[in-house]
């Protein structure tokens, strides 16, 4: 019979605990509410975050762990030996793994021959098993908070970005847009067009316009100021460690399915999102106080009246 996560840790000595999460910064952003979680319920143990390197400095202030750890996730030999590594440096009593993913499930296979850490997953070999549902069905916090209640976790909190805040003021009126997608993300693009045309809307609304994303996406945004001149190239100032300040000081942020919308969410400004309609956006649409997603079959044929009339309602 598989024991009561609490009853099963119950001891004087400090735990440590190893949270597995990989995936895009959007999944990171969306698993802050889960480590968030974990924090408070084990206040007197120590919290370590395994995740990929290009994360470390941007979520170095995180507030609810001791130390983020990284894997490269390179060849699968390489990243097992350093995995294992990992684990006997620091000898884990438990690892809550928020990735579930096929790699996580090969590291698991050799944690449980090497290692006597207890491992809470929803793939194979795991000691505490729960049924994660299948993508589509609900978002991707419930999951981990249905992952949690098997450690008889009933409190959850959602993902908190106000850790992130440098304290910058930013005085102007402005509309934050964010053309691009990940390198791979091609499919999730509103045209660039679509979004010249509402850049140029708010500039006769008296809006400064902000284009933010990073050097991948200096395509797009010198599309769009081709078609709307007075629109600004914000990439040097949209790093994702200044992002969410940029966010909480604009009036409005429209935004593609893409990681940095995450954080745009959390700062409760109001967010457009704009997405295909799928099976992904139902499990992983940014959260906060004032998102409004307009989804389509194929998000190129979001018309532009439809985020003109939002706008309007908005703003």
Same mark, same amino acid.
């Given at each position: 019979?598989?024991?009561?996560?609490?009853?099963? +840790? &119950?001891?004087?000595?400090?735990?440590?605990?190893?949270?597995?999460?990989? @995936?895009?910064?959007g999944d990171l952003i969306l698993s802050i509410g889960a480590i968030k979680t974990l924090n408070y319920h084990y206040p007197k143990d120590e919290l370590y975050l395994l995740t990929q390197p290009n994360y470390k400095n941007i979520f170095i202030k995180l507030p609810y762990v001791k130390e983020i750890l990284t894997d490269n996730r390179s060849g699968i030999i390489q990243s097992i030996i350093n995995h294992l590594k990992i684990l006997k440096k620091n000898k884990f009593d438990l690892i809550v793994d928020l990735q579930n993913s096929t790699r996580t499930e090969i590291?698991?296979?050799?944690?449980?021959? +090497?290692?006597?850490?207890?491992?809470?997953? #929803?793939?194979k070999f795991s000691n505490i098993k729960y049924q994660q549902q299948?993508? @589509?069905?609900?978002? $991707?916090?419930?999951?981990?908070?249905?992952?949690?209640?098997?450690?008889?976790?009933?409190?959850?909190?959602?993902?908190?970005?106000? *850790?992130?805040?440098?304290?910058?003021?930013?005085?102007?009126?402005?509309?934050?847009?964010?053309?691009?997608?990940?390198?791979? @993300?091609?499919?999730?693009? *509103?045209?660039?067009?679509? +979004? #010249? &045309?509402? #850049?140029n809307h708010l500039i006769t609304m008296n809006f400064d316009v902000y284009l933010t994303g990073s050097q991948l996406d200096i395509k797009d945004i010198n599309e769009i100021i081709e078609i709307c001149p007075r629109a600004k190239n914000k990439i040097n100032e949209s790093k994702i460690e200044y992002f969410f300040d940029l966010c909480l000081g604009s009036n409005l942020i429209i935004s593609n399915d893409t990681g940095p919308a995450h954080i745009a969410g959390l700062s409760n400004k109001h967010l457009i999102w704009l997405a295909n309609d799928n099976k992904i956006?139902?499990?992983?649409?940014?959260? @906060?106080?004032?998102?409004?997603?307009?989804? #389509?079959?194929?998000?190129?044929? $979001?018309?532009?009246?439809?985020?003109? &009339?939002?706008?309007?309602?908005?703003?």
């Amino acid at each position: 019979m598989q024991k009561n996560s609490r009853n099963l +840790f &119950e001891k004087s000595q400090l735990m440590k605990i190893l949270i597995i999460k990989h @995936g895009s910064l959007g999944d990171l952003i969306l698993s802050i509410g889960a480590i968030k979680t974990l924090n408070y319920h084990y206040p007197k143990d120590e919290l370590y975050l395994l995740t990929q390197p290009n994360y470390k400095n941007i979520f170095i202030k995180l507030p609810y762990v001791k130390e983020i750890l990284t894997d490269n996730r390179s060849g699968i030999i390489q990243s097992i030996i350093n995995h294992l590594k990992i684990l006997k440096k620091n000898k884990f009593d438990l690892i809550v793994d928020l990735q579930n993913s096929t790699r996580t499930e090969i590291y698991h296979l050799f944690t449980r021959i +090497f290692t006597n850490t207890q491992i809470l997953t #929803a793939r194979k070999f795991s000691n505490i098993k729960y049924q994660q549902q299948k993508q @589509g069905i609900q978002h $991707i916090t419930q999951n981990h908070k249905d992952q949690l209640s098997k450690l008889n976790i009933d409190k959850y909190f959602s993902p908190d970005l106000n *850790w992130m805040s440098l304290k910058k003021n930013y005085k102007n009126n402005y509309v934050i847009l964010i053309p691009g997608t990940s390198k791979n @993300g091609s499919y999730k693009k *509103w045209p660039s067009q679509k +979004f #010249a &045309e509402i #850049a140029n809307h708010l500039i006769t609304m008296n809006f400064d316009v902000y284009l933010t994303g990073s050097q991948l996406d200096i395509k797009d945004i010198n599309e769009i100021i081709e078609i709307c001149p007075r629109a600004k190239n914000k990439i040097n100032e949209s790093k994702i460690e200044y992002f969410f300040d940029l966010c909480l000081g604009s009036n409005l942020i429209i935004s593609n399915d893409t990681g940095p919308a995450h954080i745009a969410g959390l700062s409760n400004k109001h967010l457009i999102w704009l997405a295909n309609d799928n099976k992904i956006s139902k499990s992983c649409y940014p959260l @906060g106080n004032n998102v409004h997603k307009i989804l #389509a079959k194929d998000v190129k044929f $979001i018309k532009t009246k439809q985020v003109l &009339e939002k706008i309007k309602q908005l703003i």
